[in-house]
């Protein structure tokens, strides 16, 4: 059985309480009271509009709208600018419930596959992790390159003036694609991080089975 | 010893070579003038910045400061940590209050961090350098050291939002902060406090994945600062800077504007106005150079 069917199972009845449960400040979805002020506040809302913006994302948990929430590329285009959260008169942590989302979306395998930004947040954070520190060429490189090589160059050829602009203000480094900067326990980051995705994945678990 | 001593946390776009290096030269040069000793954490580790979300969850990512709040104690205890960088900083406040609040995730993270060697007893105060600057120094002693007015260069303060929301600066609204605008006068210069996209959102990581979504947020920062006769935008943070830069020439191919106005730090403004050279503010590590704080630098 897949992670998602495990969990389509459990939390049959109620897909607000598997949000409650799964999802990072998820408790707090109940809270809303549909003012709106998150969806008029948010950038890429405005710019070019979310498929489902948060107010509408919270009624459409209550209203037990799993798959239509878990698929939508809506939560994927937070900027993180935090400007729903200071203007929520009720005080949601919304920026983070929409990364939480996105995270348990991702999680489950549902988040739509070719979503930019979901790719670029996977490779951010294993980017960082890997040696302790961001190595910006590397991860500009593999944006590019997700979809193949003859891509990656087109997509390169259209960021060169950017690239050389950065790299004439040494602002770039092409070396980096050597190693670069690094943490010298990496070791030590890398248990460190295994046993906090142990015992995350054992408590997630645990209120499930609770 | 110096009169302002903390620890200090680069972050990542701060290195050598990497996006950030000039805001890192202008600040050491700016720290020295002011008396502040700023010592990096050794061996400190990226903050997995908001981007990070798909796969950092939520005990991985806090555990990420956590080994810098610790690294921090082990070495310089009792320190206030100190960060230049928008996202580091808060990610590192984020990270201090959730576990201040949570005594299960508090004990996840002490659990995870023994397997590096590592353990937290105190939690850091988080700061971030533009705190330092107006809450430890403040803006009489910030101006005494002005020797080059930057007299009659109109500059809109471009906030953005990390460091702005949800923490922000003390005594400063969200809508309308006006500590930049306060240091943009404190240098001499001309600040524009009706600059009406201050708080405005540059795009953050989106400028990378989806550019299109971004640079139309870059270009009404971009358009409003030409339409209140702004000759330069300056910014506290990182991705601010880079992502109101770098993309001006491809925002003029999309949207046939003729975009070219330099974005600097308000390190650079202050190492110039304290009489520093354009090396030391770190003018050669723009994209679209500063004429006119280069002209000053060279007096």
Not at chain 1, 7 to 31: C, H, P, T
Request: aromatic content about 8%; proline content about 4%.
């Amino acid at each position: 059985m897949s992670a998602n069917t495990a969990m389509a199972e459990k939390y049959r009845n109620s897909f607000l309480k598997e949000i409650e449960e799964q999802v990072e400040m998820g408790d707090w979805v109940k809270m809303c009271m549909q003012c709106g002020v998150c969806s008029g506040s948010c950038p890429t809302n405005f710019q070019s509009a979310w498929e489902h913006p948060p107010q509408e994302l919270f009624m459409m948990i209550r209203a037990g709208k799993r798959e239509e929430v878990l698929t939508t590329s809506s939560m994927w285009n937070c900027t993180s600018c935090y400007n729903c959260i200071v203007r929520c008169p009720r005080k949601l942590p919304i920026t983070h419930i929409m990364h939480g989302i996105a995270e348990y979306a991702h999680r489950l395998g549902l988040a739509p596959k070719m979503q930019p930004t979901r790719f670029f947040s996977g490779l951010f954070w294993k980017n960082a992790t890997q040696t302790g520190r961001v190595n910006e060429l590397k991860l500009s490189m593999g944006l590019y390159f997700r979809n193949g090589f003859s891509a990656g160059v087109k997509e390169g050829m259209k960021m060169k003036d950017v690239a050389l602009g950065l790299m004439k203000a040494k602002r770039l480094n092409p070396f980096e694609i050597l190693g670069g900067h690094k943490c010298r326990d990496q070791k030590g980051i890398q248990a460190m991080l295994k046993k906090a995705y142990e015992i995350e994945r054992s408590r997630k678990a645990a209120k499930m089975a609770g | 010893m110096a009169k302002h001593e903390y620890a200090f946390y680069p972050g990542c776009s701060s290195q050598k070579g990497a996006s950030a290096s000039n805001y890192l030269t202008s600040v050491e040069s700016m720290c020295k003038t002011l008396d502040v000793k700023l010592t990096e954490i050794p061996d400190w580790n990226c903050c997995g910045a908001s981007i990070g979300y798909a796969e950092a969850g939520e005990l991985p990512r806090h555990v990420m400061n956590a080994r810098n709040f610790a690294l921090s104690e082990q070495h310089m205890p009792g320190k206030e940590i100190v960060a230049t960088c928008a996202a580091c900083w808060l990610g590192a406040r984020e990270t201090r209050e959730r576990l201040t609040h949570s005594d299960t995730l508090m004990a996840d993270t002490k659990e995870a961090l023994k397997e590096a060697g590592l353990t937290i007893n105190e939690m850091p105060e988080i700061r971030h350098m533009v705190e330092v600057l107006i809450e430890d120094i403040g803006f009489d002693e910030m101006k005494k050291h002005v020797k080059k007015p930057l007299e009659g260069v109109k500059i809109a303060g471009y906030v953005g939002c990390q460091t702005n929301r949800p923490f922000g600066v003390a005594g400063e609204s969200f809508e309308n902060p006006m500590y930049l605008d306060m240091m943009v006068d404190m240098v001499g210069a001309t600040p524009i406090p009706e600059y009406d996209m201050k708080v405005t959102c540059c795009g953050g990581a989106l400028a990378f994945s989806e550019p299109e979504k971004a640079q139309a947020q870059i270009k009404d920062i971009i358009e409003s600062a030409y339409d209140h006769g702004a000759e330069m935008i300056v910014t506290p943070c990182p991705l601010c800077q880079a992502n109101v830069e770098i993309y001006q020439g491809q925002i003029n191919k999309t949207y046939g504007t003729k975009f070219n106005i330099p974005v600097m730090y308000y390190s650079q403004l202050m190492v110039v106005a304290y009489g520093g050279s354009a090396k030391d503010a770190a003018l050669n590590g723009q994209l679209i150079r500063a004429r006119r704080l280069e002209e000053i630098a060279a007096k």
